[in-house]
């Protein structure tokens, strides 16, 4: 699976969900549709870091490079990577690691503080939280709301199981190991995490991540339901 492939399974998987969002009493901000949205490049840094993989993966790990959306850097036979450009922007960001014909291995979760220090780990416990991250809500929450949310993610009971799917698709067949197709329970139970968050959230936090101007809702096949559907 490559990037864009990836990227389209999740707008199409997201797609069976509907949000919407109510916009508020002052209609959006009542900006004109012909003002201009100048957007500066980002600050960047150079880190370094370490792809973990199961010792079990016949995957050789310096055929793997990593990739963020400022550069990419090869990764050695021991999994050690140097001088990756990423975005210094106070906020946590998605990196991938594909292998020599740039099929998708992981998309790991680097968060702010790991590029703070300058150095960041990508193993299966970062693919689940990047899985999750991918929660287009996420998208309208502040660096600190995301943080706190994925940290709730850590603690949900499906978390373990998750990453211990990532661990056993990178045993099996890790070209395959964010193949739809090949291991549907990756992502339905990623999408149950998220999902628990948001309702646990919108049932008990009164509105603690986003402002009361903003609502959520999402109708679609249980989650729970599609989990179970393991082949």
């Known amino acids: 699976m490559t990037i864009r492939n990836f990227l389209n399974l999740f707008l199409i998987l997201l797609s069976s969900v509907v949000f919407t969002s109510c916009i508020g009493r002052n209609g959006g901000g009542g900006g004109s549709s ?10 960047t840094k150079n880190i ?5 993989i199961p010792n079990e993966s016949p995957i050789d790990l310096s055929t793997l490079r990593v990739q963020s959306i400022m550069g990419d850097a090869s990764v050695s036979y021991s999994g050690a ?17 594909l292998d020599y014909y740039d099929n998708l291995i992981m998309a790991g979760y680097v968060s702010s503080q790991s590029v703070d220090n300058g150095s960041a780990t990508i193993g299966a416990r970062e693919a689940a939280l990047g899985l999750i991250a991918f929660n287009p809500y996420l998208m309208t ?11 709730e993610a850590e603690n949900n009971a499906y978390f373990t199981e998750l990453v ?15 193949d739809y197709e090949a291991y549907p329970y990756i992502y339905h139970t990623a999408m149950i995490i998220g999902f628990d968050i ?18 959520l809702l999402y109708t679609s096949p249980s989650p729970r339901d599609l989990s179970t559907s393991r082949m």
């Open 34 to 43: 012909e003002d201009s949205v100048k957007l500066a490049a980002p600050n």
């Open 48 to 52: 370094t870091g370490v792809v973990n």
């Open 81 to 97: 990577f140097s001088d990756l450009s990423v975005a210094d922007e106070n906020a946590g960001q998605i990196v991938f690691v």
């Open 141 to 151: 929450l502040s660096e600190s709301q995301k943080a706190d949310i994925l940290t």
């Open 164 to 178: 211990s799917d990532i661990e056993a698709a990178l045993i099996q067949s890790p070209e395959n190991a964010l």
């Open 198 to 215: 948001l309702k646990d959230y919108e049932d008990n936090k009164s509105g603690g991540y986003h402002t009361k101007d903003t609502c």
